[in-house]
């Protein structure tokens, strides 16, 4: 018996009044995967990657996560299936009123069943993952600094031990050298956890760095998919035009 894709989405149309964002677009991706999202400026990375969050839904089409239509009615089902999956933000979205260590509990509190000792352990654990101390779990999000907030906010997005990792642009706003240890850090989660990974990124260290496989956006739908030396290989011209002298560092 052949499981479930953990994301497929299946004749997803986008519309914002008059404007179409995607148009017939199809993506099936696999569990352990590694996806990079790319594409031009406008043409819906962020959008696609809200819809499979369940953020927004398609004017047209399905999206599916580990074989559940997002507009599944039961409210039991739904929350069982968002507890599959983690976010991270682009700048991190921490709630600004909360310290990094009511950050990390917020989901963890959301269940409801867990005593106050236990989610003390669970963040301790979360941090330490990510590589921050309880001493960086008393700061308030303004006194981060970028990369910490973006290892406070994976901590948060693995809170509920998901199976399931959207990240967006998550190196951006980060110097090389801290672009390079949070890439390492998401790598090596990934492998311990066996996360399937999407990420929507412009950056090509990023990608080569971190990704399996490669979606590129285009034309308002898929216009390839494929591992990234695959993806490298192709003719399509925005392939060619988006990548240009770097298509070597995904080889």
Same mark, same amino acid.
Request: net charge neutral; aromatic share 6%; proline share 4%.
């Given at each position: 018996?052949? =499981?479930? +894709?953990?994301? %497929? &989405? #299946? ?6 009044? $008059?404007?179409? !964002? *995607?148009?017939? /677009? ?78 990390? =509990?917020? +989901?963890?509190? %959301? &269940? #409801? ?6 989610? $003390?352990?669970? !963040? *301790?654990?979360? /941090? ?124």
């Amino acid at each position: 018996m052949t =499981a479930d +894709p953990v994301i %497929e &989405l #299946r004749g997803v149309s986008t519309r914002f009044g $008059r404007l179409v !964002v *995607h148009r017939d /677009l199809s993506l099936q991706i696999e569990a352990g995967q590694i996806v990079a999202l790319v594409g031009g400026s406008g043409s819906g990375k962020t959008t696609l990657l809200r819809q499979m969050l369940g953020l927004i839904r398609p004017s047209a089409g399905s999206v599916e996560l580990f074989g559940v239509d997002l507009n599944e009615p039961d409210p039991r089902v739904q929350r069982d299936l968002r507890r599959r999956l983690g976010m991270l933000f682009q700048h991190g979205a921490l709630f600004s009123a909360l310290s990094v260590f009511d950050n990390v =509990a917020f +989901p963890l509190r %959301e &269940l #409801r069943y867990l005593d106050e000792d236990w989610i $003390r352990r669970l !963040v *301790h654990l979360k /941090l330490a993952m990510v590589g921050l101390t309880m001493t960086h779990a008393q700061l308030m999000p303004a006194e981060l600094s970028g990369g910490m907030i973006k290892r406070a906010a994976l901590a948060r997005a693995l809170a509920l031990e998901p199976e399931l990792l959207l990240l967006d642009e998550p190196t951006a706003g980060l110097d090389p050298d801290r672009s390079q240890s949070f890439v390492e850090l998401v790598g090596a989660l990934q492998r311990e956890l066996g996360l399937t990974v999407v990420m929507v990124t412009h950056d090509v260290n990023t990608l080569a760095a971190l990704a399996t496989h490669v979606a590129v956006l285009a034309e308002q739908k898929i216009v390839a998919f494929g591992p990234k030396a695959e993806i490298a290989a192709s003719d399509h011209p925005f392939v060619a035009g988006f990548f240009g002298a770097d298509r070597q560092k995904l080889l």
